[in-house]
């Protein structure tokens, strides 16, 4: 899709006249990790999922999005190891050189989780267009 990026809001006026403008309401319950997730994965999972639940940001309805940034997380740590252990550039039997598939792949990688630092309000920018009003994030002692 060309343009901007379609914005589903509401909006409340409150007593001073003032557009406040919010998300629809995120539902309460924390996301479960998937299990199908890489070690590495679940480890961005867990330090990434519930904080971003207790802002009141992601929600059940998140996981999918929140797990396949997690997954190609994973995987760009995954590749980056393996750069590290392999040379950048190949020397082929026929004599060219060509890139390491490792390098593609961390790139390929890099570019999933710049679209899903967006979507989730992972990245300064895209922070500072997330509002959410404190009614509708989850209480403290709502945590499970």
């Known amino acids: 899709m060309r343009g ?24 309460h319950s924390l996301p479960t990790c998937p299990a199908h997730l890489s070690p590495t994965a679940k480890a961005e999972w867990k330090r990434l999922a519930r904080e971003l639940h207790r802002l009141g940001i992601v929600s059940q309805l998140d996981r999918a999005a929140l797990a396949a940034y997690c997954q190609a ?17 190949i020397k082929l039997p026929s004599g060219y050189i060509q890139p390491s598939p490792w390098l593609g792949i961390s790139n390929n990688q890099l570019e ?10 992972l990245s300064p920018v895209s922070r500072s267009r997330v509002h959410v009003l404190p009614s509708l994030a989850p209480k403290p002692w709502d945590d499970d």
């Open 73 to 89: 997380y994973g995987r760009w740590v995954e590749a980056e190891r393996m750069l590290k252990e392999t040379p950048p550039l």
């Open 112 to 121: 999933l989780m710049h679209r899903f630092l967006g979507e989730l309000g």
């Open 4 to 27: 901007r990026k379609p914005r589903l809001n509401l909006r409340l006026i409150s007593a001073s006249d003032e557009v406040v403008r919010m998300g629809p309401p995120a539902a």
